[in-house]
């Protein structure tokens, strides 16, 4: 299990970018040749019906991993993108955080269910409900890191510290080796000015862990989901296309950097 590595993708604001960096991203990722999961943990399903996985297959999903019915890779089926799989969600996962109340280590239940078995995989992408409820804190208990797309806009700052207070926490309470993987501004418009002060804001405020990438809005990309496609694959050529795999390389770098200092 040490060799996968397992990046939440949260921010508890909706309509930030954030299935569609956990939906482009383990594209990129799948198309390096990693062996990539994807887990679904909102009960919209968003990643899944943008990585084309119709109602009608969504038989075993989060919801049954969560709750301890199925095995990780019992709940894992393949996409169209040669290496990557999900673990698909439906409306069935809203029910979750009333059934997590009453259970036992009700924070730790999708780490235990990674953990169970030796999962073949290089990285597991989970796309968060935009909330901080209890499914979104089994996420940040199982991950080695956390992933945080952040819109350029006016209230993004304000969101963003009270997510590094809940990141704080649950790194000093639950799971002391959860960091943050980065920063990755989202919706990004070099025409407005406000953009431009936020982006600053945010660099000055978090340094380094702000991606150099910059994901920018773009119609092809908000096309996509509706013909359950990542937009890499619907097309490739489109400027948001192009950032996700700047965005997927550079993670990849600073991994590998990461390991390099680690291994000296």
């Known amino acids: 299990m040490s060799s996968t590595k397992i990046i939440s993708v949260v921010n508890q604001k909706g309509g930030v970018g954030k299935t569609t960096t956990a939906v482009n991203l383990t594209t990129a990722l799948a198309a390096s040749g990693r062996k990539v999961l994807l887990i679904d943990l909102d009960p919209q399903g968003n990643a899944s019906t943008g990585l084309g996985i119709e109602h009608s297959h969504r038989k075993v999903t989060s919801y049954n991993l969560i709750i301890g019915d199925v095995s990780v890779l019992e709940a894992a089926i393949p996409t169209e993108i040669p290496g990557l799989s999900i673990v698909s969600a439906n409306i069935d996962l809203s029910g979750a955080e009333i059934e997590l109340v009453n259970m036992v280590r009700r924070e730790y ?6 953990l169970a078995e030796k999962l073949p995989y290089d990285y597991i992408v ?7 409820g209890l499914v979104t804190l089994n996420a940040l208990t199982a991950a080695n890191s956390v992933l945080i797309p952040l819109q350029c806009e006016f209230y993004a700052l304000e969101g963003l510290s009270h997510l590094l207070k809940t990141i704080e926490l649950v790194h000093t309470k639950m799971n002391p080796g959860l960091t943050i993987e980065g920063v990755v501004l989202t919706m ?3 025409r407005n000015s406000l953009t431009t002060q936020i982006e600053e804001d945010v660099r000055d405020f978090l340094g380094a862990q702000v991606y150099k990438t910059v994901i920018p809005r773009n119609v092809r990309m908000s096309e996509a989901p509706s ?4 937009a890499l694959i619907y097309d490739l050529n489109c400027s948001g296309s192009q950032a996700y795999l700047k965005l997927a390389s550079e993670l990849l770098k600073r991994e590998k950097t990461k390991n390099e200092l680690t291994a000296a």
């Not at 239940?109 to 990674?114: I, Q």
């Not at 989970?126 to 901080?132: E, G, K």
């Open 126 to 132: 989970i796309d968060c409900p935009p909330s901080l």
């Open 109 to 114: 239940r999708l780490s235990e269910a990674l």
């Open 227 to 230: 013909h359950g496609k990542p």
């Open 188 to 190: 990004y418009d070099r």
